[in-house]
């Protein structure tokens, strides 16, 4: 990467320079980061806002209208102010995976019936309170899930959530891989479908919906692999004979380096469109990293700036344990300057405050002399981030705060 592409290639009307000020949400990030102190998450409503109308426009002019409907993945960022955020705008509904997630998506206004609920590992305690929320549709992904739903809500319809042991997900990161040649816990096989739906038969439970997410992250090159995965996640369909809806989970990315391009939408709309057009099933999406990632900006502060043997270190007053994804995913965070520099940029590793070795936030960054410069932004903070969050090294405080 050279100086112009680094602080190019992540550029948008709403995060870009002007006037050497970095703004983002129409705001002077510098401005932000000194009202709020460090380290601070900043979301832009707005930037979620044309997230979701993109999608939407996208399966509208793919003739999918009155076909799909878009769950929003709250494990991806459950903020409380951005979950009303979403609620008031009226464009999805949650998709979570906890009774605590959707005790939290109702607290913030959504109705148990605009949550599509799929989880791994039930336990009794979590089906008691599950069992509270009248409406809420569950997936199951296990034959332990559709028993203890069966005994729970005998004779309501459930979701079947399988593993079709094909994956997807960014460029060749097997990280990001739900499914596969390695088994996983996620969803039933098609080994053990036909019990699955002998299980749900003995309690009366109607198959409506077949379920499966297989990975994170995926851009334009994977969009034939999600066509191979869909298709062959039509045998699961044919198998359970009555069923009204697909969920083709979440997954959808956005870049993460100069070299990623935006998804091509038009082109996923349209493998949607292609599978499902004609067969007058109805789609569910649901997305998390898509609607909020690049939607976030981590504002954190310098320490230092010192050369240990041949690399250059940055330090800042974060670690890798308020945004775990770059070290847990090798899912890089894009350091920018809050105000443009020409200087000659140099490599330079941006490091955390925490005492492990994986305390990395970028390695090699394209940036210039940062003396005079007392913050960094990282970008695609919106997602995975403050959500998994921990207390590491008792190092876990942060804020939130959400831009309108
Ligand atoms: C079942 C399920 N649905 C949806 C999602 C959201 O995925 P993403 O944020 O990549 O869109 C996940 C995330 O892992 C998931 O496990």
Not at 9 to 30: I, M, N
Not at 342 to 351: G, L, P
Request: hydrophobic share 40%; charged share 20%.
């Amino acid at each position: 990467m050279n100086q112009e592409s680094y602080y190019r290639w992540w550029q948008r009307t709403d995060l870009c320079y002007q006037r050497e000020q970095l703004l983002f949400a129409g705001r002077r990030v510098q401005d932000l980061a000194d009202q709020f102190g460090t380290p601070s998450f900043v979301y832009s409503t707005s930037r979620i806002q044309e997230n979701l109308t993109r999608l939407h426009t996208a399966l509208t002019a793919a003739d999918l209208a009155g076909q799909y409907s878009l769950h929003y993945a709250m494990k991806a960022n459950r903020f409380a102010p951005l979950l009303t955020f979403l609620k008031q705008t009226g464009l999805c509904g949650i998709d979570a995976c906890s009774p605590g997630e959707v005790e939290h998506a109702v607290s913030c206004g959504f109705a148990p019936s605009d949550i599509s609920f799929t989880a791994s590992s039930l336990s009794a305690q979590d089906l008691a309170v599950l069992a509270r929320y009248d409406g809420i549709f569950m997936d199951c992904d296990s034959l332990h899930a559709i028993h203890c739903w069966g005994q729970l809500k005998p004779h309501t319809k459930i979701g079947l959530r399988v593993n079709p042991a094909m994956g997807i997900g960014r460029a060749a990161n097997d990280k990001l891989h739900y499914a596969g040649d390695v088994t996983t816990k996620f969803g039933i096989y098609q080994e053990q479908f036909a019990e699955a739906l002998d299980i749900a038969k003995s309690y009366g439970l109607q198959v409506s919906k077949i379920h499966f997410h297989t990975g994170c992250g995926y851009l334009t090159p994977q969009l034939e692999q999600l066509e191979r995965i869909i298709t062959h996640c039509f045998w699961f369909v044919d198998q359970a004979g009555q069923v009204e809806r697909v969920n083709i989970g979440g997954g959808l990315g956005v870049p993460h380096v100069d070299a990623d391009q935006p998804l091509a939408l038009e082109r996923w709309a349209a493998v949607l469109h292609r599978q499902f057009g004609a067969q007058g099933l109805h789609v569910e999406i649901e997305p998390g990293d898509y609607i909020v990632k690049d939607a976030g900006l981590l504002l954190l502060g310098k320490t230092f700036v010192e050369r240990k043997k041949n690399t250059v270190f940055v330090g800042v007053d974060a670690g890798f344990n308020i945004a775990p994804e770059p070290a847990y995913y090798n899912l890089p965070f894009q350091p920018v300057p809050l105000h443009y520099d020409d200087s000659t940029c140099a490599a330079m590793s941006v490091v955390g405050n925490i005492n492990e070795a994986l305390d990395v936030w970028y390695e090699q960054a394209w940036l210039p002399d940062l003396t005079a410069h007392r913050h960094l932004a990282l970008i695609n903070a919106g997602a995975y981030s403050s959500a998994m969050a921990s207390n590491h090294c008792m190092r876990g405080q942060f804020k939130e705060f959400l831009l309108f």
